[in-house]
């Protein structure tokens, strides 16, 4: 009895790490062209896979948060959605590093049937990591619904700026990633470029690649603290 008062009252060392996810940019993107060009573009949805999700120290050491894949279904109302969380020694946390990744089968084998159901889109085909679905207007054509399938597999490592701490006095902390559409479909220039046209694959999926970022975000009201 002695022993058991004695553990329950011993300073904690542990602290709760959440992650958030937030989506940003106006769903209609216009850049008004000329003749058969793309006018705007509407996004109605948005997903994508990440997997090994890990927090790292300024030593290198790390934290996994998760290995296997998840979809990110990403609100376009532009709500912060905790994606999940886990329990963290004490300690400060400079960069989160996460694959975005074309899923394969036997990778979810082992999740739920509920859980696998989510990632029947991504394993159609060539397999895909990130799929967008909208609306392209064009000056003079009826408007035509598009989804674009990216299949880039990409490494991301976000240092984060201020670290994360977690200790005695700050114990539940939150990073929010951050996904904006806003150059997703636009060249160099800034003009929209037709995401149903095979050639501009290179340049889109390039655009998503750097359009994740990560931030301090302990009160979850989408901006960097």
């Not at 329950?8 to 937030?22: I, K, Q």
């Not at 990130?130 to 490494?155: C, E, M």
């Amino acid at each position: 009895f002695a022993w058991g008062c004695s553990e329950s009252t011993s300073p904690a060392t542990d602290g709760r790490f959440a992650l958030s996810t937030l989506y940003t940019t106006q769903t209609v993107l216009a850049k008004t062209q000329g003749g058969l060009a793309v006018d705007s573009l509407i996004i109605s949805r948005a997903r994508l896979v990440v997997r090994d999700i890990k927090f790292k120290s300024p030593g290198g050491d790390s934290m996994n948060f998760r290995t296997s894949p998840l979809v990110l279904e990403l609100s376009l109302a532009g709500a912060v959605q905790e994606i999940g969380f886990t329990t963290v020694p004490f300690g400060t946390y400079s960069r989160i590093e996460f694959d975005v990744h074309r899923v394969e089968a036997p990778e979810i084998a082992s999740l739920p049937a509920a859980d696998q159901a989510v990632f029947a889109d991504f394993l159609a085909g060539e397999k895909y990591s990130i799929i967008v679905n909208g609306t392209v207007y064009r000056t003079g054509l009826a408007p035509t619904a598009f989804t674009y399938r990216s299949k880039v597999d990409a490494k991301q490592k976000i240092d984060m700026n201020p670290a994360m701490v977690v200790d005695q006095g700050t114990s539940n902390v939150n990073a929010t990633l951050v996904v904006s559409s806003a150059n997703w479909f636009k060249n160099v220039s800034g003009v929209l470029v037709d995401p149903t046209d095979t050639n501009n694959e290179g340049v889109i999926d390039e655009n998503m690649k750097a359009s994740i970022k990560v931030y301090k975000d302990n009160n979850r009201d989408g901006s960097k603290d």
